[in-house]
């Protein structure tokens, strides 16, 4: 194998154009070398602008195609399962986006079908990878903050003002907040607590239908260590905001934009003694782009053989928590 690993993006859309197909690009084990959208036309505009040798109007032509290693499925998601399957069948390793499929069944077909195929299958969680999200983990294990009491992470931000229509389509999308950015509230969590969700009650706003999906999300959750867990989301907001808290007998952690690379971060950390506010400070944490660094880790995760940072079995964890939200 070559010692670049050369991609495919299958969902060639204004996500793909502005944060995969650059951070593919720059990664220095990764080599984009096709793009697909349902317009062949579009795709071999989209092929010239970036510099992509392949241009493909069909997901089947671009995963046969013998020169592609691995695929990153940014299509809406509606499409992962498929894109998952059809990749792994032509025995090419797959990135999907989140939420990693529309329910737990396709997830774990997903799953099943990459491990049999011995393809390696990663989920676009790139939020855990966060140099931030590290600290904060090391801090919780360190015992800090004693014994954490409560957990929670808020996303929000402006659908109305997206391109991606079909967000609000439960028919394409799956969900709606809950889906698209509830998720990474979702995963963050389980990563930092190490631990797992075993009890989820939702409130949902509008109630979702055959063909809408909810704009605002609340999921209270319970871990399987007792820690309860709140995580809220919404598509109607006047700005986009994230945050992420974690409140421990000792003290609290607490960083915005936490779903943030690129820029320096501060992990907010309060201390108490007493009933009192004894220690607050910040540390300014050096975040990088994070979709360049899943693209490079999961590079060399293929070139090595070893195991990927956020394999299929973690989305289809996520997913089952998402299904059941949705029965809200």
Same mark, same amino acid.
């Given at each position: 194998?070559?010692? $670049?690993?050369?991609?495919?993006?299958?969902?060639?859309? *204004?996500? /793909?154009?502005?944060?995969?197909?650059?951070?593919?690009?720059?990664?220095?084990?990764? =080599?984009?070398?096709?793009?697909? #959208?349902?317009?062949?036309? /579009?795709?071999?505009? #989209? @092929?010239?602008?970036?510099?992509?040798?392949?241009?493909?109007?069909?997901?089947?032509?671009?995963?046969?195609?013998?020169? &592609?290693? @691995?695929?990153?499925?940014?299509?809406?998601?509606?499409?992962? @399962?498929?894109?998952?399957?059809?990749?792994?069948?032509?025995?090419?390793?797959?990135?999907? =986006?989140?939420?990693?499929?529309?329910?737990?069944?396709?997830?774990?077909?997903?799953?099943? &079908?990459?491990?049999?195929?011995?393809?390696?299958?990663?989920? !676009?969680?790139?939020?855990?990878?966060?140099?931030? &999200? =590290?600290?904060? $983990?090391?801090?919780?294990?360190?015992?800090? &903050?004693?014994?954490?009491?409560?957990?929670?992470?808020?996303?929000?931000?402006?659908?109305?003002?997206?391109?991606?229509?079909?967000?609000?389509? #439960?028919?394409?999308?799956?969900?709606?907040?809950?889906?698209?950015? !509830?998720?990474?509230?979702?995963?963050?969590?389980?990563?930092?607590?190490?631990?797992?969700?075993?009890?989820?009650?939702?409130?949902?706003?509008?109630?979702?239908?055959?063909?809408? %999906?909810?704009? %605002?999300?609340?999921?209270?959750? %319970?871990?399987?260590?007792?820690?309860?867990?709140?995580?809220?989301?919404?598509?109607?907001?006047?700005?986009?905001?994230?945050?992420?808290?974690?409140?421990?007998?000792?003290?609290?952690?607490? @960083?915005?934009?936490?779903?943030?690379?690129?820029?320096?971060?501060?992990?907010?950390?309060?201390?108490?003694?007493?009933?009192?506010?004894?220690? %607050?400070?910040?540390?300014?944490?050096?975040?990088?782009?994070?979709? =360049?660094?899943?693209?490079?880790?999961?590079?060399?995760?293929?070139?090595?053989?070893?195991?990927?940072?956020?394999?299929?079995?973690?989305?289809?964890? *996520?997913?089952?928590?998402?299904?059941?939200?949705?029965?809200?």
């Amino acid at each position: 194998m070559a010692q $670049k690993i050369r991609y495919g993006i299958l969902g060639f859309g *204004n996500f /793909a154009e502005r944060i995969i197909a650059p951070a593919i690009q720059a990664s220095p084990n990764s =080599e984009l070398i096709a793009i697909q #959208k349902r317009s062949l036309t /579009a795709a071999q505009e #989209k @092929a010239r602008a970036f510099q992509v040798p392949l241009a493909f109007d069909s997901a089947e032509q671009l995963v046969h195609h013998p020169e &592609i290693d @691995a695929v990153f499925s940014v299509s809406a998601v509606v499409r992962h @399962a498929q894109d998952t399957i059809a990749a792994a069948l032509a025995g090419k390793h797959v990135i999907v =986006e989140k939420p990693m499929a529309m329910n737990a069944a396709e997830a774990e077909r997903m799953v099943n &079908i990459c491990r049999s195929r011995n393809v390696k299958l990663m989920v !676009g969680h790139m939020v855990r990878l966060s140099p931030l &999200i =590290e600290r904060m $983990k090391e801090y919780i294990h360190s015992g800090l &903050i004693g014994k954490v009491e409560f957990v929670k992470a808020e996303y929000m931000y402006d659908a109305r003002l997206s391109l991606r229509r079909w967000m609000w389509d #439960k028919r394409i999308a799956g969900g709606g907040a809950a889906f698209d950015i !509830g998720v990474h509230c979702l995963d963050t969590l389980r990563y930092l607590l190490d631990d797992e969700v075993v009890s989820v009650k939702s409130q949902l706003a509008p109630v979702p239908t055959e063909t809408s %999906t909810e704009q %605002t999300s609340l999921m209270a959750l %319970t871990f399987s260590q007792g820690t309860p867990a709140s995580v809220y989301c919404s598509f109607v907001s006047p700005f986009r905001r994230s945050i992420i808290e974690v409140i421990g007998q000792d003290g609290v952690l607490s @960083a915005e934009n936490f779903t943030s690379g690129n820029m320096t971060l501060p992990l907010k950390i309060v201390l108490g003694n007493n009933g009192m506010q004894s220690e %607050t400070r910040e540390d300014l944490v050096p975040v990088p782009n994070l979709y =360049e660094k899943e693209v490079t880790l999961f590079s060399e995760s293929i070139l090595n053989n070893t195991a990927v940072p956020v394999p299929g079995e973690e989305g289809l964890k *996520n997913q089952r928590v998402l299904d059941e939200a949705m029965k809200a």
